[in-house]
T-cell receptor
């Protein structure tokens, strides 16, 4: 049972345009969400996060939006750059016995076209 | 800089071998995790630990065990390696006292032949 879903396996965007990556979740206990970026043969690196008490968080070119009623979050990258080409994972966590595990989606491969 | 280090980048093992994947973190983080990454399946949690000698099963623990004897070290053990355990294995650490990101190691590409 996939609790965090990324329904688009791949996305291609022109350099300079906006990239929008989407993520849906089913577990209403999730209250903290993160986005990671992964290059081949490397571990994922953290990009940006959002708590369920907010609906938007911004960090430079990256903005994450959270729609709790729809159980949906999205990552906006603007403007997109060639170095943004990577696999992007969304992740969610819920407090479990005072500690937290991260549940990841299946990933979206973003390709930025020069 | 925070660091999570996995002992090997690439490993090739034979079916039936006992395999140890080692992970060390220098961040004094309470939580440590083992994931595997497979195409189309994303990152799936195998086991995690929120304290020394504590362990919890993740979503796909079958065929694996773990050991955490010291806070900084979390080992993943494949008791009898099988070809369906060929995968990219990723270790991560995360602070338990507040919300924040998990820091990942560089990954171990394990091939079981």
């Amino acid at each position: 049972d996939q609790q965090v879903k990324q329904n688009s396996p791949s996305l291609s965007v022109q350099e300079g345009r906006i990239s929008i990556l989407n993520c849906d979740y089913t577990n209403s206990m999730f209250d903290y969400f993160l986005w990671y970026k992964k290059y081949p043969a490397e571990g994922p690196t953290f990009l940006i996060s959002i708590s369920s008490i907010k609906d938007k968080n911004e960090d430079g070119r990256f903005t994450v939006f959270l729609n709790k009623s729809a159980k949906h979050l999205s990552l906006h990258i603007v403007p997109s750059q060639p170095g943004d080409s990577a696999v992007y994972f969304c992740a969610a966590s819920a407090r479990i016995v005072g500690n937290e595990k991260l549940t990841f989606g299946t990933g979206t491969r973003l390709t930025i076209i020069p | 800089d925070v660091k999570v280090t996995q002992s090997s980048r690439y490993l090739v093992k034979r079916t039936g071998e006992k395999v140890f994947l080692e992970c060390v973190q220098d961040m004094d983080h309470e939580n440590m995790f083992w994931y595997r990454q497979d195409p189309g399946l994303g990152l799936r949690l195998i086991y995690f630990s929120y304290d020394v000698k504590m362990k919890e099963k993740g979503d796909i623990p079958e065929g694996y065990s773990v050991s955490r004897e010291k806070k900084e070290r979390f080992s993943l053990i494949l008791e009898s390696a099988s070809t369906n355990q060929t995968s990219m294995y990723l270790c991560a650490g995360r602070r338990g006292s507040r919300r924040g990101e998990a820091f990942f190691g560089q990954g171990t590409r394990l091939t079981v032949v």
